[in-house]
């Protein structure tokens, strides 16, 4: 009796470690994001479907008008590309100031989102660095 009683306890507990293990991955696991907005490839192709869709445009010149917002999009983010470290220093400029008014505690904290804020927007910070979306959470 008491080693149904050992098995029993161990089938249970293991089945609720399962449980808790799932509910848990099911909280922080998200599906990973799809390309924002931001990317100029997917604003072109989401301005294209809204223009066909609202001028009535025929396939010829939905097709056209796509070219032509893609190649835009393509000459914005080489300028982006090219001003992105003039970008980064005044964001670091007023993160050093944000800094100069924090208590050495705060500091700590305000690392700490700095470190999220530039990992959310890419590993490196530079015009070699290709600008993407942010990587989907883990």
């Given at each position: 009796m008491n080693v149904w009683k050992l098995v029993t306890g161990v089938v249970l507990l293991l089945l609720?470690?399962?449980l808790f293990g799932s509910i848990g991955t099911w909280l922080l696991m998200k599906p990973p994001r799809p390309p924002?907005?931001?990317?100029h490839k997917n604003r072109s192709a989401e301005m294209a479907d809204r223009l066909a869709k609202e001028l009535d445009l025929t396939r010829a010149q939905k097709t056209a008008?796509?070219?032509i917002l893609n190649k835009t999009g393509e000459k914005l983010?080489?300028?982006?590309?090219?001003v992105k470290p003039e970008v980064d220093k005044i964001i670091d400029e007023g993160f050093a100031q944000i800094k100069t008014q924090l208590t050495a505690p705060q500091k700590m904290e305000f690392e700490k989102i700095r470190r999220k804020f530039d990992r959310r927007h890419g590993p490196g910070r530079g015009p070699e660095?290709?600008?993407?979306?942010?990587?989907?959470?883990h």
């Open positions: 609720v470690g399962i924002g907005p931001w990317h008008v796509e070219d983010h080489e300028h982006f590309m090219q660095q290709p600008f993407l979306p942010p990587p989907p959470p």
